[in-house]
Nanobody, 123 residues
Framework: QVQLLESGGGSVQAGESLRLACVFS????????IAWFRQAPGKEREGVAQ???????FYRGTLKERFTISKDNAKQTLYLQMTNLKAEDTAMYYC?????????????????WGQGTQVTVSS
């Protein structure tokens, strides 16, 4: 089982930026997808961005215009750079892992999850 620890959340004003980090106890054996999800109060958990062991990335809708997912293998860390934040980005952000290269947003297919880091954007 992979242990995940998120950090980097906080309270910011609309238009500002944040970079989230997720430290892995170890990257899983390939092939895998590692992802950022978020969950706002009263809403379902939704995918934000994914990156697989082949180096491909996948974003939900138009989030690619403002968010960038990346990883540092040496630091065993996954990042999410978020720019031009909006009030609707307010949520708890989680990182997660699933096996395989195929992208999907199915929460049950992700086997390991972090505890989350809170992002609050004030307009």
């Amino acid at each position: 089982q992979v242990q995940l620890l998120e950090s980097g959340g906080g309270s910011v004003q609309a238009g500002e930026s944040l970079r989230l980090a997720c430290v892995f106890s170890q990257f899983p054996d390939s092939p895998y997808c590692i992802a950022w999800f978020r969950q706002a109060p009263g809403k379902e958990r939704e995918g934000v961005a994914q990156l697989n062991s082949a180096g491909s990335t996948f974003y939900r809708g138009t989030l690619k215009e403002r968010f960038t997912i990346s990883k540092d293998n040496a630091k065993q860390t996954l990042y999410l750079q978020m720019t031009n934040l909006k009030a609707e980005d307010t949520a708890m952000y989680y990182c997660a892992v699933k096996r395989g290269l195929t992208f999907n947003w199915l929460v049950p297919s992700f086997t390991d999850w972090g505890q989350g880091t809170q992002v609050t954007v004030s307009s």
